[in-house]
Nanobody, 125 residues
Framework: QVQLVETGGGLVQTGGSLRLSCAAS????????MGWFRQATGKEREFVAA????????RYADSVKGRFTISRDNAKNTVYLQMNSLKPDDTAVYYC??????????????????WGQGTQVTVSS
């Protein structure tokens, strides 16, 4: 069982930056691949980024490549999402998720076993 808690959301102007954190409970955090998803009002939840258990070979949605960076600190049981050059289209509730299929770095909802409650990110124009 893994419990996930996201923090770091807020209101930021276009072009600004935010760093989201996701703290995980449990001693097996390092065994899970971790992902970030987002869901805008009236839209489906979509993949943003994922990172393997070792922190190597991150994977990104095309819409955030070059602007967002996913990282993790297994000693702190935490995964991060650094978001730069934010745009109004990035406005959404951001969720972190843990996948037991750690070698696959899934980019779909079904590939993840545990989810956080989400944190709101709002980018004003």
């Amino acid at each position: 069982q893994v419990q996930l808690v996201e923090t770091g959301g807020g209101l930021v102007q276009t072009g600004g930056s935010l760093r989201l954190s996701c703290a995980a409970s449990g001693r097996t955090f390092s065994r899970y691949a971790m992902g970030w998803f987002r869901q805008a009002t009236g839209k489906e939840r979509e993949f943003v980024a994922a990172i393997s258990w070792s922190g190597s070979t991150p994977r990104y949605a095309d819409s955030v490549k070059g602007r967002f960076t996913i990282s993790r600190d297994n000693a702190k049981n935490t995964v991060y999402l650094q978001m730069n050059s934010l745009k109004p289209d990035d406005t959404a509730v951001y969720y972190c998720a843990a996948s037991a299929a750690s070698a696959l770095l899934p980019n779909n909802i079904a590939g993840y076993d545990y989810w956080g409650q989400g944190t709101q990110v709002t980018v004003s124009s």
